[in-house]
């Protein structure tokens, strides 16, 4: 191995990687990784996993949101109008993060490449409505779609392989988001089955830097592209093109905009959207105090009601502000199998390694205020999470079935 490299691992305490019997090309490889790590930036996510969380003075406040269903007809009409002009002239484009596996839901790769219950492929749902989009608005949406390191090349050959289930294959581009090391708890990068330091991806936070990098920022500026719609994969009911929700953000002079849903019961574990020292903020029901998940409007409804499900809309200034952007990394503890000093992979029975993410929604908190539209929870929110029981495809598929009938 090069000096270079030995150096900066003997460095950073990271010299057990020079154990290993590795042959040339491997060793190359892992150079080549060692050469791109940010080593500062490991060592100080690492050390934050042992500080204790300092609790900061917060207040939390209701934050305001336009229920699309109490909208009079007048009222509809006339944000469709705006939001649609904006959308027929070409300014507007849709970004799907996919950048996930499988795992939870049994499937090997990623599970946007699998069928939902042995019907419809989640991409091809996705098109449909892309297609049925471009009848109504006699335009062609931009589909951008950010992928991962371990799914990237998987991603594109099958939609290839699809013929793109019949949408413009000029329209679609792909971009990866970005990917960190995997370290234990003594902050020891590991190896994976091919000796290559083992990554994964940094959590959609990532997008922005990843828009950013891979040149998609500079071709949305290219090609006027104004509005950007971003939401996961796994919601098959995401209403992605919807003038109203364009059109409210564009009225309430706003340039960030989410759709929320009414949160089921005060006990609902999903985070939901507040205000938090004077800023638009998520907030997980583990940090939200019984007394207030609890608290009612003067309507009788949930005073903290407001459900994040995923679904983003953004003027591109966001975007392009957001480029250099850091965001906090929110450290999780996982299983991942690793080789060993002797050459052997091991699959852990528990917890060994620490995963570091960004989240998507922590970059709200840099703006005053946000545009927010309740919608029914039954037309716009089946997501696909788990392998049986809520939110899996056998629930997903009964709500897409209702809706579409």
């Not at 679609?172 to 994976?192: C, R, S, W, Y």
Request: proline share 3%; with cysteine; hydrophobic share 35%.
């Amino acid at each position: 191995m090069k000096e270079e490299a030995i150096s900066k691992l003997k460095k950073y305490n990271q010299e057990h990687i020079l154990k290993y019997d590795l042959n040339n090309k491997q060793q190359e490889e892992l150079e080549k990784q060692i050469e791109n790590i940010d080593f500062e930036q490991l060592k100080s996510l690492y050390e934050s996993t042992k500080e204790e969380k300092c609790i900061e003075e917060k207040k939390i406040e209701h934050i305001p949101y336009t229920d699309k269903t109490k909208l009079t007809k007048e009222e509809q009409l006339s944000l469709f109008e705006i939001g649609e002009q904006v959308i027929k002239q070409g300014h507007y484009a849709v970004i799907t993060m996919a950048g996930g596996q499988g795992t939870r839901l049994g499937h090997n790769g990623p599970y946007a490449l699998d069928t939902i219950n042995g019907k419809k492929y989640i991409f091809e749902i996705i098109i449909d409505r892309l297609k049925k989009a471009e009848k109504q608005y006699n335009v062609t949406i931009p589909w951008y779609v950010m992928t991962s390191k371990e799914n990237h090349q998987d991603t594109i050959l099958f939609l290839e392989k699809n013929n793109y289930f019949g949408y413009n294959k000029d329209k679609i581009k792909f971009f990866k988001q970005g990917e960190l090391p995997l370290i234990d708890t003594q902050g020891k990068i590991i190896l994976d089955e091919n000796a290559k330091i083992k990554e994964a991806a940094d959590g959609n936070g990532g997008i922005y830097e990843a828009l950013s990098k891979s040149g998609m920022l500079q071709e949305l500026k290219q090609n006027q592209i104004e509005w950007i719609f971003i939401s996961g994969i796994d919601n098959i009911l995401s209403n992605f093109v919807d003038p109203i929700l364009l059109g409210l953000t564009i009225k309430e002079n706003n340039v960030i905009a989410s759709k929320s849903v009414a949160k089921a019961n005060p006990q609902e574990k999903v985070g939901v959207f507040c205000k938090m020292n004077g800023k638009p903020k998520i907030i997980e029901y583990i940090d939200l105090p019984e007394e207030m998940a609890e608290e009612l409007d003067e309507n009788g409804e949930l005073m903290y009601g407001e459900v994040n499900i995923g679904t983003y809309l953004y003027n591109r200034s966001v975007l392009e502000n957001l480029a250099n952007a850091k965001l906090p990394y929110h450290a999780a503890f996982k299983k991942s199998g690793y080789l060993n000093a002797n050459g052997k992979f091991i699959e852990p029975d528990e917890p060994n390694v620490f995963k570091f993410e960004t989240f998507i929604f922590d970059a709200f908190t840099r703006y005053d205020d946000m545009t927010i539209m309740r919608v029914k929870r039954e037309d716009e929110f089946a997501p696909v999470k788990n392998r049986t029981g809520n939110d899996s495809p056998e629930t997903a598929v009964k709500l897409y079935n209702e809706k579409y009938k």
